[in-house]
C-alpha cells in the first residue's frame, strides 16, 4: 500500500499535538501489518522533565506511538472492508491491554523510532498485536497490545 502521510494519520486518529506520536506510515498490507516511525527530537515536550540533562523518552509514550499504529492499522483494515472510511467521528480506539511488555534500549532525542505492528487475531470487535519498537537495528520495546473500538458517549 502507498505511505500514509502526517495529514492522512490525522484523519485516521483523533490524537494531536503533543500526544501524536507518529509522523508516517511507510509500508502496510490490511488485515496484517504496518510499518510507521516516529522522529524523536529535543524538542519533544516531556523531554522537559524526563530528565533533565539526560533526556529520554518514556516508556509508555513508546508503548502509546505502538498503539496508535495498531489503531491505522485496524481502522483502515474496516474501511477496507466496507466499515466506516478512516475513523468515524464517534469512536476512540482504547487500549485492552498488554502483555510480555519488554524494553530493550532507551529512546533519546535524535533517534527514529521505528513501530512495526502485526496483527495476530481479531475477535468481537478486540484485536491482538505483536508490536516492537526499533531504533536502527536495536529493539527498544517489545508488547502484545489489545485494543478495542468504542463509541463515544455523548
Known sequence: ME?????QIQSILPHRYPFLLIDRIETYTLGEE??????????EPFFQGHFPGFPIMPGVLVLE???QATGILAFKTRA?????ED???????????MDNVRFRRQVV?????TL??????RKRGMWKF????RVGDEVAAQAEIMCAAREIAH
Not at 87 to 96: A, I, T
Request: charged share 30%; aromatic share 6%; proline share 8%.
Open 109 to 113: 532525542p535524535g533517534d527514529k523510532l
Open 3 to 7: 505511505p500514509i502521510d502526517i495529514h
Open 80 to 84: 477496507e472492508e466496507g466499515g466506516p
Open 87 to 97: 475513523r468515524p467521528k464517534d469512536e476512540v480506539y482504547l487500549f485492552v491491554s
Open 65 to 67: 506511538a505502538l498503539a
Open 34 to 43: 504496518l510499518i510507521g516511525y516516529k522522529n524523536v527530537t529535543i524538542n
Open 130 to 133: 505483536d508490536c516492537e519498537a
Open 116 to 121: 512495526h505492528v502485526k496483527l495476530l487475531r
